[in-house]
């Protein structure tokens, strides 16, 4: 349920309201526009008799919300949520590119990735300390090592930086280091790692599960705002179909659908998505044609990995892109 206040209402009569129901037993999620507050209720909210609230001074309408996401839907917030992240804004104005390799390997590595995408445009520094492998054979990450050269790295370029985080001991020293804390896919349902994301107050890139449906994404994100972090920026990063050509199919339908259903920003992983290089590009123009407010990009030598110089290409294509959305890059 949101309770709708009016226009220039006083302070104390949304805090009037506010106190009213904390008393009752309800958590109450504060939005602020610039026509309206917002005062999302959760809780049994069944209970409410909407009438008795539309009474308070400066209460203008209460509406219940049908969604089974609450704080994620556009009934809470009308407008866009802008997360902001070291000087960066993601659902602003601007397409933010994210790039870099998924897995930190070394120094040499990191630094060189870093200055060729900065130079080419991208605003964050990715890169992986952390990495979740399907082999318990592979390469599982430099750990706390990797994240100082990773903030080392996006320091010198002036960037900002995202790495994912894996399990509930991982945040506190990820902290320091990291401006965007990324949840993988396979951890899009790993609720206590959510809660716990829900306390801090950084901003969360929360991918969205192979297999989950949207209304299960913004669901997930749920137990991030619930917990007064409101900076999630949400990553299509496509879904487990019965194509076995490309690694996953990706969702270009999930970023209109988003835009409607949710005001958090989307933004999406052509990399991941489609597991060959060569297709990398033509899926992150689609992408910024969609609407999306950002990519997140892998440059790096693998195969699902743009080299440097094709990073820069696409850069110069997304250029001519941009515009025709009414965005800036």
Not at 180 to 209: D, E, H, S, Y
Not at 236 to 246: A, K, L, Q, V, W
Request: aromatic share 6%; net charge neutral.
């Amino acid at each position: 349920m949101v309770i709708v206040m009016e226009k220039h209402t006083a302070e104390s009569n949304i805090e009037r309201v506010m106190a009213e129901l904390i008393t009752r037993g309800f958590d109450v999620h504060r939005s602020t526009g610039s026509d309206h507050t917002v005062l999302g209720v959760v809780g049994n909210v069944e209970t409410i008799d909407p009438r008795e609230f539309e009474l308070f001074d400066g209460v203008q309408e209460v509406v219940r919300i049908s969604e089974p996401y609450k704080l994620s839907s556009r009934t809470f917030r009308k407008e866009k949520t802008v997360v902001k992240a070291r000087g960066v804004e993601v659902g602003g104005a601007d397409v933010v590119v994210m790039a870099g390799p998924c897995t930190i390997e070394s120094e040499t590595q990191l630094f060189e990735t870093a200055r060729r995408v900065a130079r080419a445009g991208a605003r964050v520094l990715r890169g992986g300390a952390y990495k979740p492998r399907t082999s318990p054979y592979a390469f599982q990450g430099m750990g706390v090592e990797g994240l100082k050269l990773l903030r080392a790295a996006a320091d010198e370029s002036r960037m900002a930086t995202v790495s994912e985080v894996m399990e509930i001991s991982q945040i506190e020293g990820m902290l320091p280091y990291v401006d965007i804390l990324q949840v993988g896919a396979r951890n899009m349902q790993n609720f206590n790692l959510l809660t716990a994301l829900g306390q801090i107050r950084k901003p969360v890139l929360l991918k969205r599960g192979m297999s989950a449906t949207i209304q299960e994404w913004l669901l997930a994100s749920e137990y991030i705002l619930t917990g007064g972090n409101y900076d999630v920026i949400l990553c299509e990063r496509g879904i487990r179909t019965f194509e076995t050509y490309t690694r996953n199919t990706l969702d270009i339908s999930a970023i209109p659908v988003i835009e409607k259903l949710s005001h958090l920003p989307i933004i999406a992983d052509p990399s991941h998505a489609v597991g060959r290089r060569d297709k990398v590009m033509p899926l992150a123009r689609a992408i910024v044609a969609a609407g999306a407010d950002g990519l997140l990009i892998e440059v790096h030598h693998d195969p699902q990995s743009l080299y440097p110089d094709q990073f820069a290409r696409l850069m110069d294509e997304l250029r001519i892109i941009v515009p025709a959305v009414g965005r800036r890059l």
